[in-house]
């Protein structure tokens, strides 16, 4: 029901109401979806069959076209989580709430499989599945804190109230993520001998370089697209548990 | 008295009434300490070695498994609202059972820890810089710990689920408190450990319950 005389809202606050939200940018998915696979279709292209292999590494340097990009989005995720938990915690933006908790599984998942990769990649290359090594290890830090935040989202019955109280706990991780980043590199170099293979060699050349670009903004649409799908089912869901909730009002007075 | 030192002695008053609790943990650190030579075998030198790794694991789980009772009994018998109404601010409430809590459940530990150093052979020096690591280091814990407590206190089924939370935030903790201890094969550098490792602790003590009581007021109205 709508009344015409009220003023328009803004945009900002269009948004703010779930429905006009999904009304608003589902037309955006297809877009969004098409433009993500062409980018996987050019950056699979130069990936496998226009970019040189590497003198030391061979052919398994194409990992990296898949490891990088899950690399950057683990905490490119978390960098979402965060502006949404501000969002939620300062403006009590409804769909901040959704974006928050649509995005940890998401960042979860990026975080396992640049993990997987990443082992996939040591093996002929270091000769080992693991190694304590700095970034894996803090990279596996953060995948155990994306773990803690989605069972902390399926531990709360209400999920209105739950958006609060992790937005603050996604911002204490926020600040802390530096910090074990920092605490884990001390603790590895005072452990490790310094054999290891690092990736910080001479600077790419373009024929890498450019695929490894593509790839990286393949999975970030790839991202922005799961994501924005992931909020209009978890609004879609959030309706359901309503009416849900409504017909057994009803029924339970009938 | 003032308020703020009225609720320290309230929560102290508290587990001192209610007994068992205390003892319990004492107990659950000790027993790691005990557990441990059964698993790698009761080889000294192995022991020592292992020994600052393994007082550090203890102390971690028996704070994290007493989380629960810093807002639960009060969430539960409304106490929390009541405090949440007081005069004074609730993050110094928070800050109040934060300094509490570590009394009432990191000091025994420390208390307790020569009877691991005993068990686990380590030697008088190495013990010391254990006491030492131990009294730096577990107020960041405690820090730690009221933020999961906090988050987890609306929750009814919660008492597993903060330690799971705080685990991968406390691995500073862990990292610098062990290195604060051990001096491993290269430079020692278990002097800037205890210095970092007191930067993390007054850190998190300044921040924590700050985020605790938003944590607490957001979950709760």
Redesign the interface.
């Given at each position: 029901m709508t009344t015409d005389t009220a003023p328009k809202p803004s945009l900002w606050n269009r948004l703010a109401h779930p429905g006009q939200f999904v009304a608003l940018t589902r037309s955006w998915l297809w877009p969004l979806t098409i433009v993500t696979a062409a980018l996987f279709a050019v950056g699979l292209w130069f990936a496998f069959f226009n970019s040189p292999e590497d003198y030391q590494m061979g052919d398994t340097v194409r990992i990296m076209y898949i490891h990088v990009p899950t690399a950057w989005l683990s905490q490119f995720v978390y960098g979402i989580m965060a502006v949404s938990a501000i969002g939620s915690?300062v403006w009590r933006h409804p769909m901040a709430d959704v974006s928050m908790k649509a995005a940890a599984p998401l960042g979860a998942t990026f975080t396992a499989l640049a993990l997987f990769t990443g082992s996939l990649w040591g093996r002929p290359t270091w000769g080992t599945f693991w190694e304590w090594d700095g970034r894996m290890t803090s990279t596996l830090?953060?995948l155990?804190?994306y773990l803690?935040?989605v069972?902390?989202w399926r531990?709360?019955d209400d999920q209105l109230?739950a958006a609060?109280?992790?937005?603050?706990?996604t911002?204490?991780?926020a600040?802390?993520i530096p910090?074990?980043k920092?605490?884990?590199d001390?603790?590895s170099t005072?452990?490790q001998p310094s054999s290891v293979f690092t990736m910080r060699g001479p600077h790419m050349p373009p024929s890498i370089l450019t695929p490894l670009l593509v790839m990286a903004i393949a999975f970030t649409m790839l991202f922005l697209t799961l994501h924005l799908k992931a909020m209009h089912t978890e609004v879609a869901r959030r309706r359901l548990m309503a009416l849900q909730r409504q017909a057994a009002q009803t029924g339970a007075s009938a | 008295m003032s308020a703020f030192a009225a609720v320290i002695a309230r929560e102290l008053r508290l587990s001192i009434r209610t007994g068992g609790d205390v003892l319990t943990l004492v107990l659950f650190f000790v027993m790691i300490g005990v557990v441990v030579p059964f698993a790698v075998g009761p080889d000294r030198d192995l022991l020592a070695r292992l020994a600052p790794g393994v007082v550090w694991i203890a102390a971690f789980l028996s704070m994290l498994l007493g989380l629960d009772r810093l807002f639960r009994a009060d969430h539960e018998d409304g106490t929390l609202i009541l405090l949440r109404h007081a005069d004074l601010p609730f993050s110094a409430i928070v800050a109040a059972k934060v300094i509490a809590h570590w009394i009432v459940s990191a000091v025994p530990l420390i208390v307790a820890s020569p009877l691991l150093a005993v068990m686990l052979a380590l030697d008088g020096a190495a013990f010391w810089r254990v006491v030492l690591s131990l009294l730096v280091g577990t107020p960041a814990l405690a820090a730690l710990g009221a933020i999961g407590a906090a988050v987890t206190v609306s929750i009814r089924r919660g008492g597993l689920i903060a330690p799971v939370l705080i685990l991968p935030l406390a691995v500073p903790v862990l990292i610098f408190g062990v290195g604060a201890i051990s001096t491993g094969p290269g430079p020692d550098l278990s002097g800037s450990a205890l210095l970092f490792l007191a930067a993390i602790s007054l850190i998190t003590l300044a921040l924590s319950p700050f985020a605790a009581a938003l944590a607490i007021s957001s979950g709760e109205d």
């Open positions: 915690l830090v953060l155990l804190i803690g935040i069972a902390l531990a709360f109230r609060r109280v992790i937005a603050v706990f911002l204490v991780g600040i802390n910090i074990i920092f605490s884990v001390w603790w005072l452990h | -």
